[in-house]
């Protein structure tokens, strides 16, 4: 049994297998084809954060394969009253096939999966964020071919998506280019790739628009991340230079994509011309969190079909 707690719990073979699933399933999706290998099956979802794209992909893709979902969150389960996180992972796990995870430390995901009977899936925790950089790649691929080889710009906070953007580059053989303002800098313990090493796949830059020169990628997220309400002003002074706009993206390879996870806030880590203009892919970027992850529930269910 596999579970996905963070983006090195797959091989880079394994990641090849699921971007050709994952366009196969997308192909059969867009033609209102029927793909039903998860009949029968239940995925539960419990939500400690908020979530739309999750939420929706998940649930649409699981009843789309064919299975059901159970919605569960701490407001509405006994999770939110102190139950151990091991007795729900025994209960929930007699009872699904599949369970996803929003919470806030790593360490509680991997708790739940210590005593879980089936694979847990990480949709997102304070340190990882693995179903949405499997999109993104999956994305980048769509649009511009094979990710190998190609620079990534991070631009801004040194959070979950930027962790798991570095463990993607050492498994997948890209490079990372990051600017974070001062205090906010990746923790490199959390980004190494699957080798315990990140083997010279990122750079850090002070400048942000450095950064971009020459980026193949150039991708940012919210300024202050779910569970670091409390920071949001301090944060806003200090993450003032880092916004995306069209200078960096001019610094940028004239083809450059730009990407966000979203929930965006136009005028703070992007301006509105760059995520609303021709070189942002942000919608395919959201819609593909979907196809990827019915690629990923068969490939934790059913492993490798056809
Ligand atoms: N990108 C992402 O995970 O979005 P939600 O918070 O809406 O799920
Ligand atoms: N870094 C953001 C991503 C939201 C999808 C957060 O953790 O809130």
Known sequence: MKHYLQFNDLTADEYAYLFERAALIKKKFKAYEKHHPLVDRTLAMIFE????RTRVSFEAGMYQLGGSVVHLTTGDSQLGRAEPIEDSAKVISRMVDLVMIRTYEQTKIEDFAANSRVPV???????????????DIFTFIEHRGSIQGKTVAWVGDGNNMANTWLQAAALLGFKVHVSTPHGYEIDEKLAVGAGG?????YQFFSDPLEACRGADLVTTDVWTSMGYEAENEERKK????WCVDAEMMAAAKPDALFMHCLPAHRGEEVEADVIDGPQSVVWDEAENRM????????????????
Do not use: W
């Open 49 to 52: 954060k908020a979530s739309t």
């Open 121 to 135: 899936i990480n949709g997102l925790t304070n340190e990882y964020h693995p179903c949405q950089i499997l999109a």
């Open 197 to 201: 090493t990140s083997a010279g796949s």
């Open 238 to 241: 200090a993450f003032a230079d």
């Open 291 to 306: 196809h990827v992850q019915k690629a990923l529930m068969e490939y934790l269910l059913l492993g490798r079909v056809a």
